[in-house]
């Protein structure tokens, strides 16, 4: 037995001297990797900075699951199941709704190691090697550790692309909290000057000061109207006033297209969504991007079988209950984790219906301001994820 595992020592040193990595060799695949995989990065966020509804928050979280993803791969080996032991193991620090789409990521990208061995690949043949059995899984260890560091170091510098950055010390950081502390004289407010006190001054009743005249509405009594009108309120008056006006043709020759009664329940159940963004009662003329961009976050956390309980539809049901109980039929098996999140072709749907809804409001009220949806609206032949650049 010994002779027999020297003989496999022998052979295996000399198929790695023939076929193999040297540490020069992978020192440059390493570096190359992190050099440019952090450059990628950088322009990415760059990229999410430059968008409307960019959120410093969830762009460092994104970041940091790259960085658990790549080190979780270099930890266990790019050919590990990326099942929920995997997940629990490397994004415990991420919340349950935020495990649920790193599930669902992962579940997109079946291909991740074949992805991984064709940089390796790529790598190789950079460096005038040949690919072979021996040298392609070392250098795909040697990208995924690279990428991992990559993606920690982006984290650690507040603007990666700006090189000023990298000049500060700890001395100038000390420095300038120390000064920041210490308000100066000059920045302190004068102090206020003492009332004088009138001793002879008669005594005299003080008069309520007069209410203010109300200022009459510059809107018509109808665009009043509609200025109050909620989501829900809003879209019936939209269903009455677009598919109501040939129903006396149905039947006859002169037949028009007929809208389903779908249209009309994917309508009002978008004005619902839009309404549970809100506090109650706030008019659909009051909606601001803000309510959007909050909508469209809750679009990723939201399970697909909302609105099939006649629950999910009650004014009280809110989208944090709705995200809690499917978290517990998530935990109890009962739903899968590619079931959290709407689906493109939802999220694509409702957000259509909120426009036309808002576009038809804004013909009553002409000085509305637009808001404009088509960030959140994704072209079905370009349809990608932000995960998806750097996976």
């Not at 963004?277 to 309510?291: K, L, R």
Request: aromatic letters at 8%.
């Amino acid at each position: 037995m010994t002779a027999y595992s020297e003989v496999l020592k022998m052979s295996l040193r000399t198929l790695v001297a023939e076929h193999g990595i040297d540490q020069q060799t992978a020192a440059a695949i390493f570096n190359e990797e992190l050099r440019s995989y952090r450059d990628e990065l950088v322009h990415l966020e760059a990229a999410w900075r430059a968008s409307p509804v960019f959120n410093p928050i969830s762009s460092n979280e994104d970041m940091a699951v790259f960085q658990c993803l790549w080190e979780g791969l270099a930890t266990d080996g790019i050919g590990v199941p990326r099942d929920w032991s995997f997940i629990e193991r490397h994004f415990a620090q991420f919340d349950q709704p935020m495990k649920v789409r790193i599930k669902g990521l992962l579940r997109d990208h079946p291909d991740l190691p074949d992805t991984i061995r064709q940089a390796a690949i790529q790598r190789l043949e950079t460096l005038g090697l040949e690919p072979n059995a021996f040298n392609v899984p070392v250098a795909a260890d040697l990208i995924v550790s690279a990428r991992a560091a990559a993606a920690k170091s982006v984290r650690e510098l507040p603007r990666p692309y700006d090189p000023t950055a990298l000049l500060r010390t700890v001395a100038n950081r000390q420095a300038s909290i120390s000064s920041a502390s210490q308000p100066s004289l000059a920045s302190m407010p004068p102090a206020a000057s003492p009332e004088p006190i009138l001793h002879d001054a008669p005594l005299q009743r003080a008069t309520p000061p007069r209410p203010p005249k109300p200022k009459a509405s510059p809107l018509t009594e109808e665009q009043q109207y509609f200025a109050a009108m909620s989501p829900s309120a809003l879209a019936e008056e939209f269903i009455k006033e677009k598919f109501s006006q040939l129903d006396h043709r149905t039947g006859n020759k002169r037949q028009k297209s007929i809208v389903g009664e779908s249209t009309y329940r994917d309508l009002r159940w978008a004005a619902l969504l839009l309404e549970k963004t809100m506090p109650p009662g706030t008019p659909f003329s009051q909606v601001t991007a803000d309510h959007y961009r909050l909508l469209d976050g809750w679009f990723d956390r939201l399970p697909v079988t909302i609105g099939k309980s006649p629950w999910d539809k009650e004014p009280s049901t809110t989208f944090e209950m709705i995200e809690a109980k499917a978290i517990d039929r998530l935990e109890a098996g009962e739903l899968e984790a590619d079931q959290i999140g709407l689906t493109v072709g939802t999220t694509n749907k409702h957000w259509h219906n909120i426009r036309r809804m808002h576009e038809h409001l804004r013909t009553k009220l002409p000085n509305l301001q637009s808001i404009d949806v088509s960030c959140y609206i994704v072209p079905r032949q370009h349809q990608w994820h932000r995960f998806e650049v750097v996976i």
